[in-house]
């Protein structure tokens, strides 16, 4: 039997062969084929370009605008000295007297010593981030524009709008007069764009919280009560409240630092005491770590400046010793120390004296915030302070260097590039 089924089979293979072995090759092929395809791997947390032209991706488009202001505001932990990336709170704090540079890194020690360089790739990257914070900020308000279902609903437009804004103040506040505001276009190219003078970077600040403004106030209740239920009104109204209060904080903000300290008193006038607008970090990723290494409040009230200028004494000490009294939450767990340690003010000898104790107290209460450096600014351009009583001055305590006279940071060497703006308009603070 078995050489029956040998016989048999011998010249079905001998006839056979060359077609069997093709199938063979074909098949080998398609095996290595199928082979290539496992390497084909879907990422679901990578959204490609051609997958951001819809309403679906809005919350992505949110959330990365969102993650490039925590980077250009508080930085993150992805790279640099230390595993550190410098935001405005770590660069304003060396030029200002919030903090001091323990290392050995030149770029900071001349930072710290008010001797900030343009070529520094270190300050470079900060100058970068908050651009690239502005330009996400600004993409992701037109997709909302044009992809959100109802922005009468959807708080997105709201919100990227202030993020835009704030970007901008930080250009107004940590950097020279003559800061360029470009635009890389859809193909990659560049629109240059002109030097800006401080003024007209907040006049652009104040246009986006205005935007902003009105995109909250357009948030409607009781489209959201007919469409969505008790659970879309609920959500919208908190959108609301929270969007109008960030808009208007940042209204305030501009106003204060153009001088204004009236209108900017006026602008928050509405905002809660308790308002606050968190960026959230974690350790999932060193992106995500907060470069300042806690969490912490972004932005405060305005109206104790405007009580000042008004010589309202009553009015301004009862604001500061509320403050005092009560501590926000964010700056300890209990209040029973602090409030042991923070006799209440009293009332200052002097319209001078008062300036000094009302910028002591928002230098502590706001302490590696991001208000330092422009406060600093502003007593020497507002209230006329001499240099020599405001920013750090004499002798540097390392690498035998003196303190410089710089009160903002310089246009980064990197602008060469732009044919319209290569370097500060001007200097004073």
């Known amino acids: 039997m078995i050489a029956i089924l040998h016989d048999m089979i011998g010249p079905l293979l001998r006839r056979s062969r060359r077609p069997w072995g093709l199938a063979a090759s074909l098949a080998g092929a398609g095996t290595l ?8 791997v879907s990422n679901p947390d990578i959204v490609p370009p051609e997958g951001l032209n819809s309403a679906a991706a809005l919350p992505t488009i949110r959330a990365g605008a969102i993650g490039d ?42 930072a710290d010593a008010r001797r900030p360089q343009r070529e520094s790739v270190t300050l470079t990257n900060v100058f970068r981030n908050v651009h690239r914070a502005r330009r996400a900020a600004e993409a992701a308000a037109a997709k909302f524009r044009q ?31 003559g800061v360029p505001v470009s635009t890389v276009n859809a193909d990659g190219s560049f ?87 968190l960026i959230q970090h974690d350790l ?38 509320a403050l005092r009294a009560t ?21 200052p000898a002097d319209s001078n004296a008062a300036v000094t104790q009302l910028f002591t107290e928002r230098g502590r209460w706001l302490w590696l915030t991001g208000h330092r450096l ?8 507002q209230y006329a302070r001499p240099d020599s009583l405001v920013f750090p001055n004499g002798g540097y305590f390392k690498s035998g260097l003196q303190y410089g006279s710089a009160t903002s940071y310089p246009i980064p060497l990197d602008e060469e590039n732009n044919p319209k703006a290569a370097a500060c308009l001007s200097t004073a603070p």
Do not use: W
């Not at 505001?73 to 660069?91: C, D, F, H, N």
């Not at 999932?284 to 400046?305: D, L, M, P």
């Not at 926000?328 to 003010?345: E, K, M």
């Open 33 to 40: 084929l199928a082979a290539c395809h496992l390497l084909d």
């Open 69 to 110: 202001l925590h980077i250009a505001y508080t930085g993150s932990g992805a790279q640099g000295s230390g595993g550190t990336t410098e935001g405005v709170i770590l660069l304003g704090g060396m030029l200002s007297d919030e903090l001091i540079n323990t290392e050995t890194f030149p770029d900071r020690i001349l």
């Open 147 to 177: 992809y959100s279902p109802d922005t009468t609903l959807d708080a997105g437009l709201a919100e990227m709008l202030s993020l835009a804004g704030y970007a901008y103040v930080f250009l107004a506040e940590n950097y020279c007069s």
């Open 191 to 277: 629109t240059y764009g002109d030097p800006l003078t401080t003024a007209e970077v907040l006049d652009t600040a104040l246009d986006r919280f205005r935007q902003a403004l009105g995109a909250a106030l357009a948030l409607d209740t009781v489209k959201a009560l007919a469409t969505g239920g008790p659970s879309l009104l609920n959500s919208v109204r908190a959108n609301r409240t929270n969007m109008t209060a960030l808009a208007r904080m940042g209204i305030g903000r501009v106003l204060l630092d153009s001088g204004n300290a009236a209108a900017a008193d006026t602008a928050v006038t509405a905002v809660a005491t308790s308002f606050a607008y």
């Open 284 to 321: 999932n990723t060193t992106r995500q770590n907060n470069g300042v290494f806690n969490g912490i409040r972004k932005f405060k009230r305005y109206g104790v400046e405007a009580a000042l200028r008004r010589k309202d004494t009553t009015t301004y000490l009862t604001t500061l010793n």
């Open 327 to 347: 501590p926000p939450s964010y700056v300890l767990s209990g209040t029973a120390a602090l409030t042991a340690i923070t006799p209440a003010l009293t009332s």
């Open 374 to 381: 422009g406060d600093l600014r502003r007593l020497e351009r």
